[in-house]
């Protein structure tokens, strides 16, 4: 089953901020990854962090945490566009770890409202 | 460039029919993968290539072929297709995951199994 585990529903209004977490089962020096998806529409990459801490660009901010196996991702002045899902991937946990096997989390679903 | 294209995008197939997705990228990536998506579930990995002549088993292959004769190409086969192989499915490459955790993504394929 998956190892990454996400809220599955997140509401938030526009301007506000939001932070969607992803707890993770991995092993190996990968990192974590963040896609966005539209309704009917293909994930779109986000975000990487491969060390420890914050990683910035623009209004969105992703951090990690491989001691605590957690990471997240922060959006901010939140715009009704950003309403869509979100996904954070890592390769799979032991024994099964393989750092070219790419597993995603079952999303966290944003809506933004006026 | 057209980056990484799916076809066909949609198709309906009764049990037991088999059929073919092909995932064409231009990138000269060397790492392809195939997902599927159904409601609720997030992205689940069916095989993977790390290169021309490889492949790999994901999380859910059963039921799925793949092949990987020409680096530009990434065939997904189901050769009796199932009601539970209704799904979104969508291929993806990278040039190598430690660079910047990105994965590229085709605009999906909607297949139907009645």
């Known amino acids: 089953g998956q190892s990454l585990e996400q809220p599955s529903e997140v509401t938030a209004v526009e301007g506000a901020i939001v932070q969607i977490n992803c707890t993770y089962q991995?092993?190996?020096?990968?990192?974590l990854s963040w896609y966005q998806q539209h309704d009917g529409g293909a994930p779109t990459f986000l975000s990487y962090?491969?060390?420890?801490g914050l990683e910035e660009t623009g209004r969105f901010s992703s951090f990690l945490s491989r001691s605590d196996s957690y990471g997240y991702l922060l959006l901010q002045e939140l715009q009704m566009k950003d309403s869509a899902s979100y996904f954070c991937?890592?390769?799979?946990?032991?024994?099964?770890?393989?750092?070219?096997?790419?597993?995603f989390g079952a999303g966290t679903r944003l809506t933004v409202k006026p | 460039n057209a980056g990484v294209t799916q076809t066909p995008k949609f198709r309906v197939l009764k049990t037991g029919q088999s059929m073919t997705l092909l995932c064409a990228q231009d990138?000269?990536?060397?790492?392809m993968y195939w997902y599927r998506q159904d409601p609720g579930m997030g992205l689940r990995l069916i095989h993977y290539?790390?290169?021309?002549?490889?492949?790999a088993k994901g999380e859910v292959p059963d039921g799925y072929n793949v092949s990987r004769l020409k680096k530009q190409n990434f065939l997904l086969g189901l050769e009796s297709a199932a009601p539970s192989q209704t799904s979104v499915y969508f291929c993806?490459?990278?040039?190598?995951?430690?660079?910047?955790?990105?994965?590229?993504f085709g605009e999906g394929s909607r297949l139907t199994v009645l």
């Open positions: 991937a890592a390769p799979p946990r032991a024994p099964n770890y393989n750092n070219n096997d790419m597993r």
């Open positions: 991995t092993s190996g020096f990968y990192g």
């Open positions: 962090n491969a060390l420890d």
């Open positions: 990138m000269n990536h060397e790492y």
């Open positions: 290539s790390v290169g021309e002549g490889t492949t």
């Open positions: 993806a490459t990278h040039a190598g995951l430690g660079l910047t955790g990105e994965l590229f």
